[in-house]
């Protein structure tokens, strides 16, 4: 083990990075191109949730006080769209850069400049969408899932430009897919078989197919908006035949592998950290492979659970119920999984594993609320409330954005090399906790209580609850800046030197590496045993 | 062989079972049950499925709490080594799936009950636009629009909020209790969805296609609800108000108001005879201006550049007077400009014109009485 990383140590001295601003433009180089994907994402992340707070400040009493209408909707919808492509898609990507060649002890990423490519394109796509709100018109307000003729016919000037940005993440993400692909398939390590790899590496692996496959149904589907409203087509305007539905179908046919794609490296990540800091191996690891699949080929039969108020024939209702709730299954199997590892373990609570069983805990409940709205007949009550608000932010928020912050916690000290401060590091676990579910769970309640989602101005009877959720995301939004302060010093080397094994129960090649880990590891493969 | 840990975890979950449904049936935190068969099986579905919820996270998060308090490190725990179980996974995989097939049987008698609405006693169509409801009943000639009924001041917070602020309409829709209400949902624009929680009714209103849903209402009451689907600006603003009737009291209210159409038609005639005073249609023009026009081209009559045109000395509240009627007539089609020629009587109209052509300001000192209206209409 030492001596793979004495020798790795050694080649780094014959080329490191380029200096300045040079490095980070034309860097090749996986664990460069990770950090610019992290660092993106993060910014990106505090935008989005800039925009939430505008939001929660005007719910935060009934009646209209800081917004108008018009542009509420606008910070709804690039909200949700900054949040989905532009914070977790991309931080997933950016883990996928710094960790898969690492666990699978290959040198680099196998299409290094298509990788330089695909990141510094998302920096144009989230600047056309953000200019697009200073258009005469305002931004796209037509929701994140953007329902046509809401955003055909009817929609303002700046739809071209949201077209052309979501174009631009689609290609992006599209080639950090393919090259994952590659990557994972050809460059392993001699011995790093099929059923070695690392489930971070299986679930991206399955994620990368899942991009593949629906990216490009996103890009049909805005361009489509687009000629339906530059260009005289009809697909969805039914006086020339189309048919407004049929948007929905091509939408969610995307939307809901998308989903997935957005929580399945986060199991991978719980399932990393998870046997870490139990002392013991993963419990059913080949199982977790078949699940992930299963989710996965499953993700693509049940997109209509989206659509059940649409108008569907009673067939494909329940088609699309018995579906949803048979995905629920393999989900399952994932908890009682990581239960099952914890059991009689010897289980330490280090940062990283306070935030994956806040996951596991929080993500649970997020499944239990997507149980719920399985069952059509109850759905009919519960769509388009707040109550799928709460929902969708259980799976995303204490979902996907709690494993990215686990995952970074658990390889921040390999990245630089020393340990983060941990003081902060607790007090931003505690806060986000608090507030979190101070923001999420009450959504519940008025929900079910009949609270539309994304209207400016609700009844009284709402009043008290709200008041409590913007307090919430209020205190959720400040505590996610502890987070870029410890980032931040950590980068700067502030705080203790850490050795290889930074934690004393984690398995994989990483920490065979010294921390930091060098700028070229394993240009020649580690031997597996 | 329990231990003081087990026992406290069983207390745990016990006083949990008991607590929950108490702080559940709190009306303000959980669905209504509603007034209708289906609402009250909708609502006990929803309840069935959490606490199928609520025993499957006890079972998980009280065995996970417990390895989480016992198997900790610090306790010297020695970590065991056990990785696989053939059988656990196959147990855990098909335990779910059962309660799951359990699950699934009345979910699925209650919605093949809800997806037939034939054989309907009183059938209604609703149409959407924005931001306001259409209601026409079918086979008698009965038909009005709905819209909020809530002052801009109280939403400005100028005003104290009143009890149904943001859910009052000026006309409510009423529908007797006791028979089946069949309604076909459509739209004039974009996607709506109209939405009574306590009918457990939620179904949108697509253009271009008719939806079906039905309800059959137990007590008599008034029912309110929202839009439920993003439909533009004021999606917020377009409340249901749904009022359920005794039939015998429903009966004569269908021919009360076909009385008043009666009236009105009478009162049209009478105006295509004579000429309204400037200031009757002014004073007019500014409620109904209010009403339907300002939530696009805004009270002040500037618009919101880029998305709805302001009024003020515009090509056509400046050009022909024939123009500004056929636009507000017709509307204008591939535009959020709806036509109002149905919306509107011919005294609206003529007031809402006649407003716009000297309000904010422009004085044109034009008067567009209610047969120059009719005279367009009639051209067409
Ligand atoms: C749902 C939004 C909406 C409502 C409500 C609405 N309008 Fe419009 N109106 C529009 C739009 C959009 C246009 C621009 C159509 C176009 O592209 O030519 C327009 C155009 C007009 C014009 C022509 C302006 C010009 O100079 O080009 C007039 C006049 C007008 N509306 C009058 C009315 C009147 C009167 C009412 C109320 C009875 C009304 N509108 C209600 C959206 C609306
Ligand atoms: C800072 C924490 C956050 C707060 C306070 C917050 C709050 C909100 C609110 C108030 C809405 C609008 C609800 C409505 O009226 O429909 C919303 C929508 C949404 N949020 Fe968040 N959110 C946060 C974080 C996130 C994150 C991290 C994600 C993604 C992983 C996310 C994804 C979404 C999506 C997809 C929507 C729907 C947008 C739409 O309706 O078009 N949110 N959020
Ligand atoms: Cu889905
Ligand atoms: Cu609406």
Not at chain 1, 433 to 442: A, C, D, E, W, Y
Not at chain 2, 25 to 48: A, C, F, P, W
Not at chain 2, 182 to 200: E, G
Not at chain 2, 279 to 300: R, T
């Amino acid at each position: 083990m030492n001596s793979v990383a004495s020798t790795t140590t050694q080649d780094t001295d014959d080329h490191g990075p380029a200096k300045g601003i040079k490095r980070w433009l034309f860097t090749t180089n996986h664990k460069d191109i990770g950090t610019l994907y992290l660092w993106f994402a993060f910014i990106m992340f505090l935008t989005g949730g800039a925009m939430a707070m505008v939001i929660r400040a005007e719910l935060f009493q009934p009646g209209l006080q800081i917004v108008e209408p018009h542009f509420f909707n606008q910070m709804t919808t690039v909200h949700g769209l900054i949040m989905v492509f532009g914070a977790v898609m991309p931080a997933f990507t950016g883990l996928a850069n710094w960790m898969i060649p690492i666990m699978i002890g290959a040198p680099d990423m196998a299409l290094p400049r298509m990788n330089n490519l695909s990141f510094w394109i998302l920096p144009f796509a989230f600047t056309i969408l953000l200019a697009s709100l200073f258009v005469e018109g305002g931004g796209p307000a037509f929701g994140w899932t953007f329902y046509a003729p809401l955003s055909t016919t009817y929609s303002g000037d700046s739809t071209a430009l949201f077209v052309f940005s979501v174009h631009i993440m689609g290609i992006s993400s599209i080639m950090g897919a393919i090259n994952v692909i590659v990557t994972i398939c050809n460059m392993r390590a001699p011995g790093m078989t099929w059923m070695k790899m690392p489930l971070f590496v299986w679930t991206w692996l399955i994620t990368a197919f899942l991009l593949i496959a629906v990216m490009p149904v996103l890009a049909g589907a805005v361009t489509m908006v687009l000629t339906d409203k530059y260009f005289g087509t009809s697909f969805f305007d039914a006086a020339g035949g189309g048919d407004p539905v049929m948007f929905q179908h091509i939408f969610w046919f995307f939307g809901h592998p998308e989903v997935y794609i957005m929580i399945l490296p986060a199991f991978g990540i719980i399932s990393t950290i998870v046997p870490t800091f139990s002392r013991k191996p993963l419990f059913g690891y080949s199982s977790m492979v078949y699940a992930t699949a299963s989710i996965a080929l499953l993700s693509f039969i049940v997109w209509a659970h989206h659509m059940f108020t649409t108008g569907m024939p009673v067939y494909a209702e329940l088609f699309f119920m018995y579906c949803t709730m048979l995905i629920s299954v393999p989900t399952g199997v994932k908890v009682f999984n990581w239960v099952a590892t914890m059991w009689r373990g010897a289980i330490s609570y280090e940062v990283p594993m306070m935030f994956s069983v806040a996951f596991i805990v929080l993500f649970t409940f997020g499944g239990f609320s997507g149980l719920m709205l399985a069952i059509t007949p109850v759905d009919f009550q519960y769509h388009d409330t707040y109550f799928v608000v709460a929902h969708f932010h259980y799976v995303l928020v204490t979902g996907a954005i709690f494993s990215l912050i686990a995952a970074t916690y658990y390889w921040l000290p390999k990245w630089t090399g020393v340990m983060y401060d941990l003081v902060l590091a607790k007090w931003h676990f505690w806060c986000s906790l608090i507030s979190v579910n101070l923001l999420f769970f009450p959504m519940h309640f008025i929900g079910l209580a009949g609270m539309p989602r994304r209207i400016p101005d609700y009844s009284i009877q709402f009043a008290g609850w709200n008041q409590l959720i913007s307090i919430g995301g209020f205190a959720f939004g400040l505590s996610q800046l502890i987070f870029l302060v410890l980032v931040i010093k950590a980068c700067r080397k502030r705080g203790a030197v850490v050795n290889h094994q930074v934690w004393d129960g984690a398995k994989g090649l990483e920490w065979q590496l010294p921390s930091p880990a060098p700028y070229h590891t394993f240009e020649k493969p580690p031997k597996i045993e | 062989m329990v231990s003081s840990a087990q026992r406290v975890l069983l207390l745990c979950l016990f006083t949990g079972i008991q607590v929950l449904p108490a702080a559940a049936s709190e009306s303000s935190i959980n669905l209504r049950k509603g007034v209708t068969d289906i609402s009250h099986q909708v609502y006990d579905l929803h309840m069935t499925i959490f606490y199928i919820c609520v025993v499957i996270a006890l079972l998980v998060f009280g065995v996970m709490l417990y390895a989480m308090v016992f198997h900790r490190k610090s306790r010297g725990a020695k970590p065991a080594n056990f990785h696989e179980s053939i059988k656990v996974e196959i147990a855990w995989t098909i335990v779910p799936f059962l309660i799951l097939i359990a699950m699934a049987v009345p979910a699925t008698s209650t919605l093949i009950d809800m997806e037939d609405a034939s054989q309907a006693d009183l059938t209604i169509r609703v149409t959407g636009s924005q931001w306001k409801w259409h209601y026409q009943y079918h086979g008698h000639g009965i038909e009005f629009y709905s819209l909020l009924d809530t002052p801009m001041e109280q939403i400005q917070n100028k005003w104290i909020k009143g009890d149904d602020y943001l859910l009052e309409v000026d006309k409510p829709l009423i529908i007797p209790t006791e028979r089946k209400v069949r309604f076909l949902m459509t739209s004039d624009d974009v996607i709506h969805s109209w939405w009574v929680p306590d009918f457990a009714v939620k179904k949108d209103a697509n253009p271009g296609f008719i939806n079906e849903a039905w309800t059959r209402v137990n007590e008599a009451g008034i029912y309110r609800g929202q839009c439920a689907e993003l439909c533009g600006k004021d999606h917020g603003f377009m409340p249901i108000v749904v009022k359920a009737v005794p039939p015998a009291e429903f009966d004569s209210w269908m021919l009360q108001q076909k009385e008043f159409i009666r009236q009105a038609k009478a009162e049209e005639q009478r105006l295509l005879a004579m000429s309204m005073s400037f200031d009757e249609l002014m004073a007019e023009g500014e409620k109904v201006y209010g009403a339907y026009c300002a939530a696009c081209h805004q009270p002040n009559g500037a618009g919101l550049p880029g998305v709805f045109p302001g009024l003020i000395n515009s090509v056509v509240t400046r050009g022909p007077v024939a123009d500004h009627i056929e636009i507000v007539l017709n509307g204008k089609n591939g535009t959020a400009m709806q036509a109002f020629a149905k919306q509107l009587t011919l005294k609206q109209l003529a007031a809402v014109i006649t407003y716009e052509r000297n309000a904010w300001g422009m004085n044109s000192g034009d008067i567009v009485q209610p047969k120059d209206v009719h005279l367009h209409k009639q051209g067409q």
